[in-house]
């Protein structure tokens, strides 16, 4: 039998919880040539080890990569006032900053979304509404609609993009999908 592995190759990094769970997942090849890779894999490991879970839901953009699709799911809550689904975005790769935008659609589903895109200092309150304060840029979407949000940023930053069924409109625990074009333009 050939051996298809040669030595020094590139592996892909997985970071396994003491009960087999899957804390993080870095791809060799998402690496962008030119950051400092240690650097870059301690904070990987540091997130990781923090519950982050970063390769898992959560992207990275950068100027090889600066744009990406996602299709998740969105819930009324059933307990409490809302129900995240959490995208974290990375856009440290873009020192100089740039523009970010969202392009956000709904499913044919029942549930009606509310999207939020804040820091990832901030976590989004499940029990209360999202203050003004934390909120960098939102949205309103009815089933089968579209929109965009945009923001502007001075520097590459880590942000959290949080989407909910509207409580308040939808019985508890609808669903519908939802898909976000995500990507940044650089300064």
């Known amino acids: 039998m050939e051996n298809r ?3 020094r190759s590139p592996v892909d990094s997985f970071v396994i919880s003491p009960e087999f ?3 993080g997942k870095q791809q060799v090849h998402k690496l962008e040539r030119g950051i400092n890779r240690p650097k ?3 904070k990987f490991l540091m997130n990781a080890l923090a519950g982050k879970e970063p390769g898992l839901g959560n992207i990275v953009l950068s100027r090889d990569e600066p744009s990406q699709i ?3 799911v969105l819930k009324t809550p059933v307990i409490g006032y809302a129900d995240y689904t959490v995208i974290v975005i990375d856009t440290t790769a873009f020192e100089k900053g740039g523009k970010l935008t969202i392009q956000i659609e709904t499913g044919r589903a029942d549930a009606e979304g509310y ?3 804040v820091d990832d200092d901030d976590d989004l309150p499940t029990t209360e509404f999202v203050t003004k304060d934390m909120v960098l840029a939102r949205a309103w979407l009815e089933p089968e609609e579209a929109a965009q949000i945009e923001y502007s940023f001075a520097q590459g930053q880590i942000f959290k993009f949080g989407a909910t069924g509207c ?3 939808n019985e508890k625990g609808n669903t ?3 898909k976000v074009s995500i990507s940044v333009a650089e300064n």
């Open 176 to 178: 519908n999908a939802f």
């Open 167 to 169: 409580n308040y409109r």
């Open 115 to 117: 999207f939020y895109l």
């Open 70 to 72: 996602v299709l998740d």
């Open 21 to 23: 769970e899957l804390m």
């Open 40 to 42: 870059y894999y301690y």
């Open 5 to 7: 592995f040669k030595k």
